[in-house]
């Protein structure tokens, strides 16, 4: 196809009725880069989304929702980051679309973040130069995701290794039950085994409750409840791309709480569930780490089916001094 004329525009210029059709028919398309995701984001205090887009005289024929982020604190100065995730959307009849909106996401950034991180979610090879050239560096890193389209619950718990099935059958047979998020209350004590999960164990950061408090009010957002004798034990925090599938952010459940019950089990199984009941294709649990280095989530996630894939990231680093000393600064404090 001969190229257009291609302008930018961003946030309030864009037209919502040429942002969905974009997210409707691109095959790079998830919940990331949704209007309602963007304006998801516009409520929660810390969190900064910036959209821009390419468009020719009658169409966006590419776009990426950036969110600006920052730790609290010290950590503020060595924290600042924007990650597009999911990657950027991308017309395929116009790849040098893709060159433009990079270097102007990064003509934006300048100044205002350590590095830019496109986080793939679907295969970006054929455009890894477009990345390239304007000094994007690629990573290698893995993604799993489980095709649910067309089959039952029981057809996807069959295809999980045995300890899974296993384990979420005596949690059922003990009476754990699973469903939406009904209230705050609910919400509160979920947040509150997955913040005590981070500050614990994965030592990384933790948004703050109001951005789940976000997900929960607002399209794309889905949160899942794990209960047992009617205490919230487990969940998840999900986003829902209509007619697609549904992304598995975090989930948890509490540890130890009993030998027969494995709340995160069903908090997953909870999104199986409702990607099946509303005919949803696939069930995304998303990142699985670095290829070669060992990684326990991977292996937890494994446990369900599916497959592992290589899309990658790509990270542009506007000021590598401040690079460097966070990467470091956040492997002292997994260690701690």
């Not at 995304?284 to 290829?291: E, I, N, S, T």
């Amino acid at each position: 196809m001969v190229s257009q004329e291609m302008g930018i525009i961003r946030d309030e210029e864009i037209p919502i009725e040429l942002w969905r059709k974009l997210v409707e028919s691109n095959i790079h398309s998830s919940p990331f880069q949704m209007p309602e995701f963007y304006e998801l984001c516009r409520t929660v205090p810390g969190l900064r989304p910036i959209v821009t887009a390419i468009k020719t005289k009658d169409s966006l024929v590419s776009l990426a929702v950036v969110v600006v982020q920052q730790e609290r604190g010290l950590k503020h100065f060595f924290s600042r980051r924007g990650i597009i995730y999911g990657g950027p959307l991308i017309d395929h009849d116009y790849p040098e679309a893709l060159g433009l909106l990079l270097s102007e996401i990064s003509s934006t950034l300048k100044g205002r973040v350590i590095y830019v991180e496109s986080r793939s979610l679907t295969d970006f090879s054929n455009f890894s130069n477009n990345f390239l050239e304007h000094k994007w560096e690629y990573s290698p890193y893995l993604n799993l995701s489980i095709d649910v389209h067309q089959k039952h619950l029981h057809d996807i718990i069959r295809g999980m290794n045995y300890n899974r099935r296993r384990e979420i059958r005596l949690s059922l047979e003990r009476g754990v039950l699973y469903g939406e998020c009904e209230n705050e209350d609910e919400l509160k004590e979920l947040y509150r085994i997955l913040s005590e999960l981070y500050r614990t164990r994965v030592k990384l950061p933790l948004p703050d409750y109001l951005f789940f408090k976000a997900l929960w009010l607002n399209k794309p957002g889905k949160v899942f409840i794990v209960k047992h004798c009617n205490q919230v034990i487990g969940g998840s925090f999900c986003l829902e791309q209509p007619a697609k599938g549904i992304y598995t952010l975090y989930y948890c459940g509490l540890r130890n709480y009993d030998k027969k019950i494995f709340p995160t089990h069903l908090a997953v199984l909870a999104a199986f569930d409702y990607a099946i009941k509303h005919r949803l294709g696939v069930v995304d649990l998303m990142g699985a780490g670095k290829p070669g280095e060992k990684y326990g989530v991977r292996d937890y996630k494994a446990g369900f089916g599916g497959d592992i894939v290589e899309h990658g990231r790509y990270t542009k680093i506007q000021k590598p001094l401040l690079y460097f000393i966070g990467r470091k600064a956040v492997s002292f404090m997994r260690l701690i």
